[in-house]
């Protein structure tokens, strides 16, 4: 980064790991945070910018080149973009076929939303630390991250709203009754209701937990890598070429995870929804 010569290991890693963050500060009123201090000091209600351009812009990405695709589809013989995109449908389809939620129109493209939209969150994790954020601080933006699956705001947004489908569906399929019964007659029967229940309701609530913590620690701790690699090139030549051949290393490594992770986003909605379509037994 242009700015790192004039901090040190632990500043520069905090300013990577610091959002764009525009708040009410206690003290200095509405407005973006020039510390990570400042940063924390907004609290609950403040808005990390980034997060918010990069998801949205990376997800009308996703739309604008699949409609594009759409649109000039043929039935001859397709192009290498329509090869693709018919893969990757025809591979979401795989997953979803075969489970209780087939046959809602809304699993299988809420499915390939959720892959695409996280694997391309994903990628933008192997763009050089240090490229965005110095042109961001050239034009007077103090910090930037640009990867917002390493924001547990947005993996914790995302896990919301399966859950939330989660329960609809519960809800819908198996009726307010069956549901209810479901979370406090299993799996000791009546006389065990509040260990059914308390049972029940932890592997419940695990479900939105375990999908936004393993996305965000997994890409968490892969920027985290990035950061420590991208400081050896400040000590000297040896460090430096050590540094770059590490970073080729772990990026081409970085591909597997950045896709296992959205596939694994995927996959687990799928589950989810697969048992929130089953009928209460």
């Known amino acids: 980064m242009a700015g790192s010569e004039t901090l040190d290991s632990g500043e520069y890693i905090k300013h990577h790991l610091t959002n764009l963050t525009f708040g009410n ?47 000039s589809a043929t039935a001859g013989v397709p192009g290498k973009a329509q090869n693709m995109v018919e893969a990757i449908v025809g591979f979401v389809q795989d997953n979803v076929r075969s489970t209780a939620c087939e046959r809602n129109p809304l699993v299988a493209p809420l499915a390939l939303t959720i892959f695409i939209w996280v694997f391309l969150m994903n990628l933008m994790d192997l763009i050089p630390v240090d490229l965005v954020p110095s042109l961001a601080a050239w034009l007077g933006v ?5 990867v917002p699956t390493t924001d547990p705001n947005a993996t914790f947004g995302m896990s919301l709203m399966v859950f939330a489908l989660i329960i609809y569906y519960s809800i819908k399929i198996k009726g307010a009754g069956g549901f209810a019964g479901e979370l406090t ?12 229940l308390l049972l029940e309701g932890i592997n419940l609530l695990a479900k939105p937990v375990s999908l936004s913590l393993r996305l965000f620690g ?39 995870i950045i896709t ?3 596939f694994i986003f995927m996959v687990l909605t799928i589950v989810y929804l697969d048992m929130a379509h089953q009928e209460s037994h």
Do not use: C, R
Not at 142 to 146: G, N, S, T
């Open 25 to 71: 500060h206690p003290e200095h009123g509405w407005g973006i945070a020039n510390s990570s201090d400042e940063a924390a000091e907004m609290g609950f209600w403040a808005i990390h910018l980034d997060t918010m351009f990069f998801s949205i812009g990376l997800g009308a990405l996703f739309l604008y080149l699949f409609y594009k695709v759409g649109q």
């Open 142 to 146: 103090p910090f930037l991250k640009i």
């Open 185 to 196: 007659l299993h799996p000791f029967g009546k006389w065990g209701m509040p260990a059914n």
């Open 218 to 256: 997994n890409l968490y701790a892969g920027e985290m890598i990035f950061i420590l690699i991208a400081l050896m090139y400040g000590g000297g030549m040896v460090l430096g070429v050590t540094g770059g051949l590490l970073q080729f290393v772990w990026a081409v490594f970085h591909i597997l």
């Open 260 to 262: 296992l992770q959205a």
